[in-house]
Every structure is written in C-alpha cells, then in structure tokens.
C-alpha cells in the first residue's frame, strides 16, 4: 500500500514537471517563431512575390526619369539600396523613408507627385535590397536616414550659397517616420522640415495592441519573450521607440499627416505627437478622410502635394 502511494506521488510529480516544463517550451517556442515572423529578415521578401512586383515598378521608373542606382554605408557599415532622382532647378530634395515590411518601390509614386525636388528613397536594413537581417522598429534605422542625408548634403553642397541654402525635407511614413524623428534627434540641424506619416507614438503600445487582436490574453509571455529576442539578436531596446519622448526636442517644423481610419496605428497617435509639440509652434497636422495605413498620397495624391507644399511654404519658404 505505501509502495502504491509512493508511486502516485512520482507519478504526479512526473506528471506536473512534465506539463510544466511542455507549457515554458511552447510559450518560447511560440516567442521566437513570433520575433522570427516579425523582426522580418529580408531574405524572405521572395516569398511574398515582392520581387517581380518591385521589378515592374522599378522599370515603370527608369522609363520615366532618370534615376541613379545608390550604395549607402551606416555607421554601423551596413550597406543600404538608394535611388537619386536629380532635378533641374530644384525648389529642394526630399529624404523618403518607406514603413515596415515595405521598399523603396512602395513610395515610387512620390517621384510623380513632387516633380520639383529631388529624391532620394533608400530600402531600410533588413528591407528590400539593403543589408541587414534584423528589423528593429526604428531603434537602429535612423542611422540608415542618417546615411541618406550625408549623401543628400554632399550632392547638393554646390546648390546652396550665402544667400539661400538648399532645402532638405524629411519625409517618413510609419515606421520610417519613427526612424526620420529619431535622426532629426540626433541630427537637430539636419533636416529643414518633417513631414511625419501614421506614425507611431509609442512602439510598445502599438505591439501590445497588436498581440491583443491575434493572441488576446497569452500576449503578456510571448510579446515580453519575443522582445528580448529581438533586443538580444538585433542589440537592440524595443522599449525605448517612443516618439512622443523624442518630439519635444524637435525645432524644426513638422507636418503630422494620419488617415481619419487607420486601422493599424489610431490617428489619435498623431495627435498626440502634435499635442506634445504644438507649444513651439512648429507644428502642423492633417488627419485625413478614410483610407488605408500610410496610404493618403496614394488615395489623396492632389490633395496630399497641395497640402504638403502649403506646409513648406508658410513654414520653410521653400
């Protein structure tokens, strides 16, 4: 009888170590195919079938105006795919920066609608052609808009002079713009104005939401886990892109652009980011009728370039 009981107490002592252990396994092994899908290595952009769509894009492009193919280097030497479109007499250049899980092809539009600057549009790291394996949500990727304003300054040195200095705007979508408010940070005399598209306010909030709607109440383990995977293999702290911090500290003008129904970040995200900068004055926002996330110049392009050159008018005298 007490070699019986003994074996029941081994039994559920086995039995709880076993499921306890089952239970940690499946909550990492669901975390890191989570930082896994999510981090996005740009290696499974082929999957997707983004490469003959881009393609077609890209030749759309080159029919229509005369683009230079571009290697950028980081800071941190990575390597990142730009193209240079150059104009005649431009009125200033633009410093395109595309969202999450998009490419350079993405804004390709933008070289229509502002026929009077030159561009710049550049594949963040780990997106589209660039180096890189890891996305880190805006942690790193300021130094890849760091390193497209190096090369716009050095092309564009012998259009300034003592009596007007060539302009250079910002303009970032999504992510890109949590990565452009970041470098306009670090760089405070860098960029002449921002255009900031559906961005973010607070990274952490934005993945919370995010794991809410998918996995509800088992978002706690797997978003904390999936974190610190990506804070451990890209090194870097996914906690710390808030761009509600880091706004205050800006003095350059900015135009906050978010659609009235954007399903993936609230509009209110943008006003926020208005609210916190609207005391200096430099501030101006737009929230658009319906669309899609980031899409208003796509939707809305007339209004979307009126708007936009209304800005830098008042604000830059572009």
Not at 7 to 24: D, E, G, H
Not at 186 to 214: E, H, K, Q, T
Not at 276 to 281: E, Q, R, T, Y
Request: glycine share 4%; proline share 3%; hydrophobic share 45%.
């Amino acid at each position: 009888m007490i070699d019986a009981h003994k074996r029941l107490i081994k039994f559920f002592r086995a039995y709880w170590l076993t499921t306890i252990f089952s239970v940690v396994g499946i909550f990492f092994l669901t975390s890191y195919v989570v930082f896994n899908r999510y981090a996005w290595s740009q290696k499974k952009l082929k999957k997707y079938g983004y490469q003959a769509y881009n393609s077609e894009i890209q030749k759309n492009l080159f029919k229509k105006f005369s683009v230079e193919l571009v290697s950028l280097k980081t800071n941190d030497d990575l390597g990142l795919k730009a193209w240079w479109v150059e104009r005649n007499a431009p009125r200033g250049s633009l410093v395109l920066c595309h969202g999450y899980r998009d490419s350079k092809e993405d804004l390709a539009s933008l070289v229509t609608l502002f026929p009077d600057f030159n561009i710049i549009i550049f594949d963040f790291r780990a997106h589209g052609q660039s180096d890189g394996v890891y996305t880190t949500f805006g942690d790193h990727e300021y130094q890849d808009v760091l390193a497209a304003l190096d090369f716009v300054k050095e092309k564009t040195k012998s259009l300034s002079s003592r009596d007007r200095r060539h302009l250079i705007i910002g303009m970032g979508f999504s992510m890109g713009a949590a990565a452009l408010l970041k470098a306009a940070t670090m760089r405070p005399i860098g960029f002449d104005a921002l255009v900031l598209d559906s961005m973010f306010a607070d990274l952490p909030g934005v993945l919370s939401d995010a794991y809410n709607r998918r996995i509800g109440y088992l978002k706690f383990p797997v978003m904390n886990i999936a974190k610190r995977f990506l804070n451990y293999y890209a090194n870097a702290d996914v906690d710390g892109v808030r761009p509600l911090d880091w706004v205050a500290e800006i003095r350059t003008p900015m135009l906050f652009i978010h659609s009235s129904s954007d399903a993936i970040i609230p509009a209110s995200d943008s006003c926020k980011l208005y609210s916190a900068a609207k005391s200096a004055d430099f501030a101006r926002m737009w929230v658009t009728p319906a669309c899609l996330h980031a899409q208003a110049h796509r939707t809305f392009p007339y209004d979307y370039r009126r708007k936009v050159i209304k800005f830098l008018t008042e604000h830059v005298v572009a």
